[in-house]
């Protein structure tokens, strides 16, 4: 069975433009989220979508960020503008209902210039 | 909201002793509490999970305990081998529908010295 997969690995964007993110649930599995680790800090969850639906998307820090999930199985992540605190390491990962372990992508590293 | 503080930030340990990190979670809704571990380049993997109606649980050299009542939660790895070498995150859920979500701890840099 494939793991949750994300897309870059890694990008490098000046501050001001714009990317976009990419995340591969595994197969069946419901439920998505977001989480990133800023500067060696702790993970901190984004967003959780349930099928193609947000369920929860408290976390998300201001509206340059846009996450969707449509027809519920990949999901994308967008920042736009791109601000330099944006850096940090953007992890995916999908469970097959709420009661089930997460399990998580390797995660995209997002360096802003 | 949910708090889970972690300790220590940093630990190393002779290869063939054990090694203990500590969670505390501030939320006594909380009820189920994962652990991590992050390999250099990689993402977080599932090493071990609790659930508030145990108070511990064993797979091989891993061992988490879990005190409800002082809120907190510790992982014990035995016999360490180099390649434990890691970063470890803990982790606390609510039991509320809809907050689904986990709150980490910031991690422990396992260092095994052969």
């Known amino acids: 069975e494939a793991g949750v997969t994300q897309f870059p690995s890694h990008s490098v964007i000046e501050k001001g433009q714009t990317v976009t993110l990419r995340c591969d649930p595994i197969?069946?599995?419901?439920?998505l989220y977001w989480y990133r680790r800023v500067m060696g800090k702790e993970i901190k969850f984004l967003l959780h979508?349930?099928?193609?639906?947000?369920?929860?998307e408290s976390g998300m820090p201001n509206n340059r960020f846009l996450a969707e999930r449509t027809g519920g199985t990949y999901s994308t992540l967008k920042v736009q503008p791109a601000e330099l605190e944006d850096s940090g390491v953007y992890f995916c990962?999908?469970?097959?209902?709420?009661?089930?372990?997460?399990?998580f992508g390797d995660g995209t590293r997002l360096s802003i210039l | 909201g949910e708090n889970v503080e972690q300790h220590p930030s940093t630990l190393s340990v002779q290869e063939g002793d054990s090694a203990v990190i500590k969670c505390t979670y501030s939320?006594?809704?909380?009820?189920?509490f994962p652990w991590y571990k992050q390999e250099l380049g990689k993402g977080p993997q599932l090493i071990i999970d609790?659930?508030?109606?145990?108070g511990e649980k064993k797979d091989q050299r891993i061992a988490v305990t879990l005190n409800k009542t002082a809120k907190h939660f510790s992982l014990h790895i035995t016999e360490t081998q180099p390649e434990d070498s890691a970063v470890y995150f803990c982790a606390a859920r609510l039991s509320n529908f809809g907050n689904e979500k986990l709150t980490f701890g910031t991690g422990t840099r396992l260092t095994i010295i052969p």
């Open positions: 990962a999908s469970s097959q209902d709420r009661h089930q372990p997460q399990h």
């Open positions: 609790i659930r508030s109606n145990v």
């Open positions: 939320d006594s809704a909380s009820n189920y």
């Open positions: 197969s069946g599995h419901d439920n």
């Open positions: 979508f349930v099928k193609e639906s947000k369920q929860d």
